[in-house]
């Protein structure tokens, strides 16, 4: 990809964002600004915010690259990432909405009253906020190492920078503006290079179907391998190495490997024929990428595919930074509609991933052997179009990309700010927001700069699984169920999420290595959100006792329409 062109297109992205959150700085004003916004937002602006900021690095180039590497199977992710705000819209935004809270925390306090629940959901409010945030920095580096062969942490630094004044010079008005605005930037991204690819692919004579016959090189290429791999070959296969083989130095060698496995070390080239099929290769002990998460997935299908959409599903209703947009809404009524409206807005954007994921198994086959799969979305453009087209198309998906960065980090980033500011540090004012932005950005950024990562969307649906394991039964028990107690939402919360999360870190750490154990620690939200509803209600009830006085009122405010409570007050 041209630099000339990308790199002004993400610098433009970047001064056009630091632009329009000026525009919501000037108008916020007062504590309530920098948290809801008021309340003022109507549904149009907040569905769009909400599509922004939830369609992330995972959405914008990490469906695109698991479809490359595992197929049609993948698409699970997008209708998960969908229909997740179908039983948001079902169970939750207009209690959520009526409830009056700020964050998550206070949505405890208000139903359980309860000091220690409201801090036990703050942590996993903080928890689940930067374990989001991480791929979104480490996907901003990969997208500008790819344009300019910058260093992995630079795209990180820039985002965390310009996240950080944004949300802290002006709050949830400056992040509703910036995050509709860029929702129709990453539509845009997306789709007009869309239309050009798929107009490219029908005249260029290849395959009609990308997932009929093993991935293949449509021509001669040249592959460096960046970390120490494995070569699993079922078939012998010749090819061209400028490296290290199987602990043997080789100097533009031409090679016939055997079937079985191969090792190849890092700074190895290899050049491959055209119809080669590509071999499938794993990592070495040690790198935090093997075994990815996504491999359980091909050894028990079945058991991934219902575990993905389990934590997919009931995940978005707890995800800090979806939440927090549905306090900004005027009335119950409003949430709702702002439901629907981004059940549309985000439907609509998913359709794209998986035609760059399809075309880039066609043209771009190597990124499955080089673990690169997540920049696909970047170099199809050059892949099929090339010349200045293509550069300008490529400038363009970039400006996406890093648009997609920016809005999911400013949500995190409000939503862990406004739970440290409330919790954590000693006053509630904006300035001690503004600290609490900082330590929100801090932390990720360090994380991304210190170790490596999953693939974006792994490491996301990874916070969707806790995500799901933790909010989901609170929220839901706590809005439908008036026999929930503070120990047994305690207690629920600390089970399943704990567990969600302790199953999170072990498969970041690529342990275990395979097998039953494996498969259940990657997708964890199969067990760990039945564990955490039944500990819940078993919980309760055996602490009947602890029910707090006034249940019955605050679930009626909860249920009730606005006009209505107005009427029963007069």
């Given at each position: 990809?041209?630099?000339?062109?990308?790199?002004?297109?993400?610098a433009?992205?970047?001064?056009?964002?630091?632009?329009?959150?000026?525009?919501?700085l000037?108008?916020?004003?007062?504590?309530?600004?920098?948290?809801?916004?008021?309340?003022?937002?109507?549904?149009?602006?907040?569905?769009?915010?909400?599509?922004?900021e939830?369609?992330?690095?995972?959405?914008?180039l990490?469906?695109?690259?698991?479809?490359?590497?595992?197929?049609?199977?993948?698409?699970?992710?997008?209708?998960g990432?969908?229909?997740?705000?179908?039983?948001?819209?079902?169970?939750?935004?207009?209690?959520?909405?009526?409830?009056?809270?700020?964050?998550?925390?206070?949505?405890?306090?208000?139903?359980?009253?309860?000091?220690a629940?409201?801090?036990?959901?703050?942590?996993?409010?903080?928890?689940?906020?930067?374990?989001?945030?991480?791929?979104?920095?480490?996907?901003?580096?990969?997208?500008?190492?790819?344009?300019?062969?910058?260093?992995?942490?630079?795209?990180?630094?820039?985002?965390?920078?310009?996240?950080?004044?944004?949300?802290?010079?002006?709050?949830?008005?400056?992040?509703?503006?910036?995050?509709?605005?860029q929702?129709?930037?990453?539509?845009?991204?997306?789709?007009?290079?869309?239309?050009?690819?798929?107009?490219?692919?029908?005249?260029?004579?290849?395959?009609?179907?990308?997932f009929?016959e093993?991935?293949?090189?449509?021509?001669?290429?040249?592959?460096?391998?960046?970390?120490t791999?494995?070569?699993?070959?079922?078939?012998?296969l010749?090819?061209?190495?400028?490296?290290?083989?199987?602990?043997?130095?080789?100097?533009?060698?031409?090679?016939?490997?055997?079937?079985?496995?191969?090792?190849?070390?890092?700074?190895?080239?290899?050049?491959?024929?055209?119809?080669?099929?590509?071999?499938?290769?794993?990592?070495?002990?040690?790198?935090?990428?093997?075994?990815?998460?996504?491999e359980?997935?091909?050894?028990?299908?079945?058991?991934?595919?219902?575990?993905?959409?389990?934590?997919?599903?009931?995940?978005?209703?707890?995800?800090?930074?979806?939440?927090?947009?549905?306090?900004?809404?005027?009335?119950?009524?409003?949430?709702?509609?702002?439901?629907?409206?981004?059940?549309?807005?985000?439907?609509?954007?998913?359709?794209?991933?998986?035609?760059?994921?399809?075309?880039g198994?066609?043209?771009?086959?190597?990124?499955a052997?080089?673990?690169?799969?997540?920049?696909?979305?970047?170099?199809?453009?050059?892949?099929?179009?090339?010349?200045?087209?293509?550069?300008?198309?490529g400038?363009?998906?970039?400006?996406?990309?890093?648009?997609a960065?920016?809005?999911?980090?400013?949500?995190?980033?409000?939503?862990?700010?406004?739970?440290?500011?409330?919790?954590?540090?000693?006053?509630?004012?904006?300035?001690?927001?503004?600290?609490?932005?900082?330590l929100?950005?801090?932390?990720?950024?360090?994380?991304?700069?210190?170790?490596?990562?999953?693939?974006?969307?792994?490491?996301?649906?990874?916070?969707?699984?806790?995500?799901?394991?933790?909010?989901?039964?609170?929220?839901?028990?706590?809005?439908?169920?008036?026999?929930?107690?503070?120990?047994?939402?305690?207690?629920?919360?600390?089970?399943?999420?704990?567990?969600?999360?302790?199953?999170?870190?072990?498969?970041?750490a690529?342990?275990?290595?395979?097998?039953?154990?494996?498969?259940?620690?990657?997708?964890?939200?199969?067990?760990?959100?039945?564990?955490?509803?039944?500990?819940?209600?078993?919980?309760?009830?055996?602490?009947?006792?602890?029910?707090?006085?006034g249940?019955?009122?605050?679930?009626?405010?909860?249920?009730?329409?606005?006009?209505?409570?107005?009427?029963?007050?007069?």
């Open positions: 990809m041209n630099s000339a062109y990308a790199v002004p297109a993400v433009l992205v970047v001064v056009s964002t630091v632009l329009v959150g000026a525009f919501g000037r108008i916020s004003r007062t504590t309530s600004d920098f948290y809801v916004a008021s309340r003022t937002v109507g549904p149009r602006l907040n569905a769009a915010a909400i599509s922004g939830y369609l992330s690095a995972a959405s914008f990490g469906i695109a690259g698991l479809v490359l590497v595992q197929g049609p199977d993948m698409l699970w992710y997008p209708v990432y969908t229909a997740g705000y179908l039983v948001l819209l079902l169970f939750v935004a207009a209690p959520l909405r009526r409830s009056g809270a700020y964050t998550l925390p206070d949505f405890a306090e208000a139903r359980l009253a309860s000091q629940v409201r801090r036990l959901a703050g942590a996993f409010v903080v928890g689940v906020g930067w374990l989001y945030l991480l791929p979104q920095l480490q996907g901003a580096g990969l997208t500008l190492t790819v344009l300019t062969g910058a260093p992995p942490w630079l795209g990180g630094l820039i985002v965390a920078v310009v996240v950080t004044a944004i949300v802290a010079a002006g709050g949830m008005r400056s992040i509703t503006f910036v995050q509709a605005f929702y129709w930037l990453k539509l845009t991204a997306l789709l007009v290079p869309a239309l050009f690819l798929v107009l490219a692919w029908q005249g260029d004579g290849a395959p009609r179907r990308a009929d093993p991935a293949a090189f449509r021509e001669q290429r040249a592959v460096r391998v960046e970390d791999l494995t070569l699993d070959l079922t078939a012998p010749t090819v061209t190495a400028d490296g290290t083989v199987d602990g043997r130095g080789h100097d533009g060698t031409r090679l016939r490997l055997s079937a079985g496995t191969h090792r190849i070390e890092a700074g190895t080239r290899l050049t491959f024929a055209p119809g080669t099929e590509v071999p499938e290769a794993g990592r070495q002990a040690g790198d935090t990428l093997s075994p990815s998460w996504a359980s997935g091909e050894d028990r299908p079945l058991y991934a595919t219902y575990g993905l959409i389990l934590a997919t599903f009931l995940g978005t209703m707890g995800l800090p930074h979806v939440v927090v947009r549905f306090y900004t809404s005027p009335h119950g009524v409003a949430a709702r509609r702002t439901t629907v409206a981004v059940l549309a807005l985000v439907g609509a954007f998913y359709l794209l991933p998986p035609v760059y994921g399809a075309l198994r066609l043209y771009a086959p190597e990124l052997l080089t673990g690169d799969a997540d920049a696909a979305v970047l170099l199809l453009p050059d892949r099929l179009i090339g010349g200045a087209g293509g550069d300008l198309l400038a363009l998906v970039a400006g996406g990309a890093f648009a960065f920016l809005s999911t980090a400013s949500g995190l980033t409000m939503a862990v700010a406004g739970v440290l500011t409330q919790d954590v540090l000693p006053a509630r004012g904006v300035r001690h927001f503004r600290l609490g932005t900082v929100a950005m801090a932390v990720p950024l360090a994380a991304s700069v210190l170790v490596g990562g999953l693939p974006a969307a792994d490491a996301v649906g990874l916070a969707f699984a806790v995500s799901a394991s933790s909010f989901c039964p609170l929220l839901v028990l706590g809005i439908w169920w008036r026999r929930l107690t503070p120990p047994g939402a305690a207690a629920g919360m600390l089970v399943g999420g704990g567990s969600a999360l302790i199953a999170v870190a072990a498969t970041m690529g342990l275990p290595r395979g097998g039953v154990v494996h498969a259940l620690l990657a997708w964890p939200a199969l067990w760990s959100v039945p564990l955490a509803f039944l500990t819940m209600v078993l919980v309760s009830l055996a602490t009947p006792g602890r029910v707090p006085a249940t019955a009122a605050i679930l009626a405010r909860f249920h009730l329409p606005e006009e209505l409570r107005t009427e029963v007050n007069t």
